[in-house]
Each structure stands twice: as structure tokens, then as C-alpha cells.
């Protein structure tokens, strides 16, 4: 027999106890209830994943289940919020037991290691579209936004750059030597939620890299109306990523792919010292509009166009 809707979430997405004291009812009524500490704010971000869109037909259910909670642990991270509870909205084709059991392994799995709680969501039929409802905790007037960043203020990035990007062209036919590490980065990236607490009330702006760094550095400037001066020299880029660079001459690779998911935050140079994360300093926030690359000792002009549905 076919299993119902209500049997679906009972078998697959039930097996997680409440971790939270935020959770004051989870799954099992019409709502969730959840109540906010004294003193915090709840920040809320939605993120949707659709087949043939963001993950390629007959991607792996355990490492989508991964992928699909950690962009959005990423979004609560870019904004300093501790991850509290999240919703889950399957349209799937059909049910088909083998792949919901693998899917929930990778979703619950990352759910647990920050003790995120899934309260709801729904089951309908339809073309496989995944779509999460991520809320966290941040106090009062500390979250980390994309319009406070300050000329003279220094722009890091965690992490290294380029290498999911790099997953993409190896699943889309580039040879690699050592693709393991791009795969892994492309299929399961790691969200800085542990990196976006500690910069509370030492960042000035953040943003996660989702889209590729020039575009989503590109929001953080449009909307402190300032500009930036990046290094090229200085930028994190791993063996295999500088490899196919000097092998393609695709240097703008690492600045335009998605999928990094590292952060991407603005200090001022006062506050530097107090940084306790794993970081690299890579350019300047500037007065003068725009962005910039300095490579081999010239500026130019760099887009900041990322990656754009609809475009």
C-alpha cells in the first residue's frame, strides 16, 4: 500500500527529538510554537531547490538532503543567527521509499550536529522541488547586514574559494586529477555558523557566498553605498582550483561560480586584532562606487553580476 502523506512525515522526518528550548511544539498539530529568549530576534530566510535547476536528475538523496539545510544554516550564518528550527516542503513525483530514507539520513544528519529541529512543513505531488524555512536566534540589534559596511573597512572571506565551482565543471565534463575535495565542497558544503557568531559585534557587514563572491560582494556594496578594491594575489585558492586556472586561463572562475557558501564580511581595521576565526584578508571597502581587481599590479574593473535566475 502507498504510504499517505501523514505516514511519509511519521516514517522519514519524525525520528529527531525537540533540542531546542526555543521549540515549544514541533511536528504533529497544525503549527509549530516556538518562543523567543528575552533580549533576541528571530531571523527567518527561505530557500528553494529545484530539479534540473539547482541539482542535476538522479543527484545523490543523501547529499542533496545535506545540501538543501546547509544553504540555509548559510543564510542564518551570513547574519550572525544561532540555527533554532526549520520547516521542509517536498514536492516530490513519487514516493519512492529508498530515496526518502537516504534523503532524510543527509538532512537530519547536519540537523543534529547543530541541533536544529525540524517542526513541519508538507508533502504534495509534483516535479521534485525542495524548499526549506530556516529560523535562528539573534540578539537584539546584532545581526550582521549587508548594508553596514564602511570605506577603510577590510574585507575577509572564510574558508577558500573557487572549489565548488570547480565540482560543477568536473560533473560537466572537466578532468581533475583530485576531484574529491571540489566534489565534496560542491555536493555537501559546510555552513560558517560556527564563523558568523563569533563576528557579532565585530563585522560590520556579512554576506554568504552562494552566488559567486564578485556578485554577492556586489550586494554588500550596493547597499552600504560603497565600493571595494579585491587582491587577486591575496585571494584563498586551493591547488586544484589554481591548477585549472593556469591550465584554462579561467582566472574569473573563482570570483563568479556559486556555491562556496563561505562568508564574505567587512571589518574595520580597529577590530581586526579581535578576529578568532579561520580567515583571509582579500581587499578594501572604498568611497568610490563600483568593484575593482588589483592583479599583477593593475586595478581594472571587475562585474559584479553573479549568478541570476530569470537573466
Not at 25 to 48: N, W
Not at 246 to 260: K, Q, R, V, Y
Request: include cysteine; hydrophobic fraction near 40%; glycine fraction near 10%.
Amino acid at each position: 500500500m502507498p504510504l499517505s502523506e501523514f505516514s511519509l512525515i511519521q516514517r522519514f522526518f519524525t525520528q529527531q527529538p525537540v533540542r531546542n528550548a526555543s521549540t515549544s511544539l514541533g511536528i504533529g498539530d497544525d503549527c509549530a510554537l516556538l518562543s523567543l529568549p528575552d533580549g533576541y530576534e528571530l531571523a527567518v530566510t527561505t530557500d528553494t531547490m529545484v530539479e534540473n535547476v539547482h541539482f542535476f536528475a538522479g543527484a545523490d538523496p543523501e547529499q542533496l538532503g545535506h545540501k538543501l539545510l546547509a544553504v540555509n544554516l548559510s543564510d542564518l550564518a551570513s547574519m550572525g543567527a544561532k540555527p533554532v528550527s526549520v520547516t521542509l516542503a517536498l514536492t516530490l513525483p513519487r514516493v519512492n521509499e529508498n530515496w526518502l530514507t537516504a534523503f532524510s539520513k543527509g538532512f537530519l544528519g547536519l540537523a543534529k550536529r547543530y541541533s536544529v529541529d525540524l517542526i513541519g512543513g508538507d508533502t504534495t505531488s509534483g516535479p521534485l522541488t525542495l524548499t526549506v524555512q530556516a529560523m535562528g536566534l539573534v540578539p537584539k540589534g546584532k545581526a550582521l547586514l549587508r548594508s553596514s559596511a564602511l570605506p577603510g573597512d577590510f574585507i575577509y572571506l572564510t574558508g577558500s574559494l573557487g572549489e565548488a565551482g570547480l565540482g560543477l565543471k568536473i560533473i560537466q565534463g572537466y578532468h581533475c586529477e583530485n576531484p574529491g575535495t571540489a566534489l565534496q565542497r560542491f555536493h555537501q558544503p559546510n555552513p560558517q555558523v560556527e564563523a558568523g557568531l563569533a563576528l557579532t559585534g565585530i563585522a560590520n557587514a556579512c554576506i554568504d557566498v552562494s552566488d559567486g563572491l564578485a556578485g554577492d560582494l556586489g550586494h554588500i556594496l550596493e547597499q552600504s553605498n560603497v565600493g571595494a578594491c579585491l587582491d587577486w594575489e591575496a585571494l584563498p585558492l586551493s591547488d586544484v582550483v589554481l591548477a585549472y586556472i593556469n591550465e584554462t586561463n579561467d582566472w574569473s572562475m573563482p570570483l563568479t561560480a556559486g556555491d562556496d557558501y563561505e562568508l564574505c564580511f567587512t571589518v574595520s581595521p580597529e577590530k581586526a586584532a579581535q578576529l578568532t576565526i579561520n580567515c583571509t584578508k582579500i581587499g578594501v571597502i572604498e568611497s568610490t562606487p563600483g568593484l575593482r581587481l588589483q592583479k599583477s599590479g593593475i586595478i581594472q574593473p571587475l562585474t559584479s553580476k553573479g549568478y541570476e535566475h530569470f537573466s
